[in-house]
């Protein structure tokens, strides 16, 4: 079992931004490939960004790329999301999840582990 926290959320005007933490518990000897996803009220939980099990690998909705970063700090068993330039339309419940496949997944059923979530709100 693989416990994760997020944290890092919060309020910040269009333009700001605001760096996600999840930090993990637990089976983390186990190697893990990191996702963010998020999720508006009244939609459905779409993909942010993933980092491979290495770590030199990321992907990221074309929405984010550019303004958002995954990274990961495996002393610290810690994975970040920097998000810069954010907008409004980034508001929502952010997860991190952690999945043991190899790869970028993208799908929230490729992942076995979420964390509880942290709301980011943007105004305009």
Known sequence: QVQLVE???GLVQAGGSLRLSCAASG???????????RQAPGKER???????????LTKYTDSVNGRFTISGDSAKNTAY???NSLKPEDTAVYY?????????????????????????????
Do not use: H, K, N
């Open 46 to 56: 779409e993909f942010v960004a993933a980092i491979s099990r290495s770590g030199p």
């Open 96 to 124: 991190c999840a952690a999945s043991p496949l190899s790869g970028l997944p993208m799908r929230p059923s490729s992942y076995d582990y979420w964390g509880q979530g942290t709301q980011v709100t943007v105004s305009s």
């Open 7 to 9: 944290s890092g959320g």
């Open 81 to 83: 999301l920097q998000m």
């Open 27 to 37: 089976r983390t000897s186990s190697r893990y490939s990191m996702g963010w996803f």
